[in-house]
């Protein structure tokens, strides 16, 4: 099953502008990541915030996590054409077994206009 | 090329037949991971394994499917008995043992039972 949801499910922007993407989830967690999936191909990493961070930032990207809120959210700055893509949250479970399994949102698709 | 590779990228299969996917993780990483992805759903988690053993399997991993890495290299996961509700993007992905894993994901196999 999903862990959380992603909001908003669509985002349609014009290139330059920013995009914000949020991630809600429901069981303590030890990391939170980022990935990006062009359409029909397979999944690219943009970047990992730990439990115990609450921000981060990797060249047009920001992250920012709230564990008190179970939430986080995904900025990217001056958007551009290929930047459009499905966006997805995926967190890393606490411990036990499942340590290292990573449970996926529903994703968040984002359209960048030329 | 040392990402992860995945083979068949496509397979076409009658409802009944076994099917069987390759997943090659980049070379020094002792994890492996399998997920499923439907239409428009984030990808879910099905098993992986830490060098040959396998940690842990989902509920949404039914007896029809099995999966090895028999000398913690390579990994392969059959499907026997292919129903239509199997058809997916089938994903694989590697990682080093860490807490804070970043996974590389494979280009997936996309498999349609007829």
């Known amino acids: 099953s999903q862990q959380g949801e992603e909001d908003p499910q669509a985002l349609s922007i014009q290139e330059g502008e920013n995009a914000t993407m949020n991630c809600s989830y429901k069981t303590s967690i030890n990391n939170l990541q980022w990935y990006r999936q062009n359409s029909g191909r397979g999944l690219v990493h943009l970047i990992l915030i730990r439990s115990n961070e609450r921000e981060k930032h990797s060249g047009r990207l920001r992250v920012t996590l709230d564990t008190s809120k179970k939430s986080s959210s995904l900025l990217i700055t001056a958007s551009r054409a290929a930047d459009t893509a499905s966006y997805f949250c995926a967190t890393g479970n606490a411990g036990g077994t499942s340590y290292g399994k990573l449970t996926f949102g529903q994703g968040t698709i984002l359209t960048v206009h030329p | 090329d040392t990402g992860v590779s995945q083979n068949p990228r496509h397979k076409i299969t009658k409802r009944g037949q076994n099917v069987t996917f390759r997943c090659d993780p980049i070379s020094e990483h002792n994890r492996l991971y399998w997920y499923r992805q439907t239409l428009g759903q984030g990808p879910e988690f099905l098993t992986y394994f830490q060098n040959e053993a396998q940690l842990e399997k989902s509920r949404l991993l039914s007896d029809r499917f099995s999966a090895e890495r028999p000398k913690g290299s390579f990994s392969t996961l059959e499907i026997q008995r292919t129903e239509q509700g199997d058809s997916a993007m089938y994903l694989c992905?590697?990682?080093?043992?860490?807490?804070?894993?970043?996974?590389?994901f494979g280009p997936g196999t996309r498999l349609t039972v007829l």
């Open positions: 992905a590697s990682s080093l043992t860490s807490g804070y894993n970043e996974q590389f």
